[in-house]
């Protein structure tokens, strides 16, 4: 059963990653054996801001919470 569409489109991921164990997802309790990383795109910034311009997020695949992870050093990488 899908829940009630109200977004413009269904989220598209930029990449998968398999966890090495399955884990059980904070907010939807889904077992989950993979986490999906979204690009994050810098809309808005303080001029003196240091934060990067782009990043991601790692969400769940079942509910597409946003969940903590780090991608090895790609996530502080300025462009
Ligand atoms: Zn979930």
């Given at each position: 059963m899908n829940d009630v569409e109200d977004g413009p489109a269904p989220p598209s991921f930029e990449a998968e990653y398999a966890l090495e164990s399955p884990l059980k997802c904070p907010h939807c309790q889904e077992t989950i054996k993979t986490l999906q990383a979204l690009r994050l795109a810098r809309?808005?910034?303080?001029?003196?801001?240091?934060?990067?311009r782009r990043g991601y997020v790692v969400v769940c695949p079942a509910c597409h919470s946003i969940l903590s992870a780090e991608l090895g050093g790609v996530l502080t990488r300025a462009v």
């Open positions: 809309t808005r910034v303080n001029f003196i801001s240091l934060l990067p």
